[in-house]
Nanobody
Framework: VQLQASGGGLVQAGGSLRLSCAAS????????MGWFRQAPGKEREFVAV????????YYADSVKGRFTISRDNAKNTVYLQMNSLKPEDTAVYYC???????????????????????WGQGTQVTVSS
């Protein structure tokens, strides 16, 4: 599957952005979809994940209550609604797809970047103070 992230930009602190990640192929609904971010000089970090059906979501503590992940399987798209943005949210945001065997997976599983099979190219989010 190929992933194309979009929606990044420059926004003032307190503002909002909605990122989108469009997937090619007809098996989008078989993938759990995650968002990661990477700030300059820092390692890539987990932001949020949504399971295949959208029934379960997990968030990093740093974004909980401000960001919302959702998906539209009919449109092969996953979204990240980001509200109350802070300067520390500035980073390149990446979407990623994971196709795990059926079963329950905890947050600790999804936080590991290495389990994702496909990655998008990234979209820059810059939050000014």
């Amino acid at each position: 599957v190929q992933l194309q992230a979009s929606g990044g930009g420059l926004v003032q602190a307190g503002g909002s952005l909605r990122l989108s990640c469009a997937a090619s192929g007809r098996t989008f609904s078989s993938y759990s979809m995650g968002w990661f971010r990477q700030a300059p000089g820092k390692e890539r970090e987990f932001v949020a994940v949504i399971t295949r059906s959208g029934g379960t979501t997990y968030y990093a503590d740093s974004v909980k209550g401000r960001f919302t992940i959702s998906r539209d399987n009919a449109k092969n798209t996953v979204y990240l609604q980001m509200n109350s943005l802070k300067p520390e949210d500035t980073a390149v945001y990446y979407c990623a797809a994971d196709d795990p065997p059926a079963g329950y997976y905890s947050l600790s599983y999804y936080k590991a970047a290495g389990i994702y099979d496909y990655w998008g190219q990234g979209t820059q989010v810059t939050v000014s103070s």
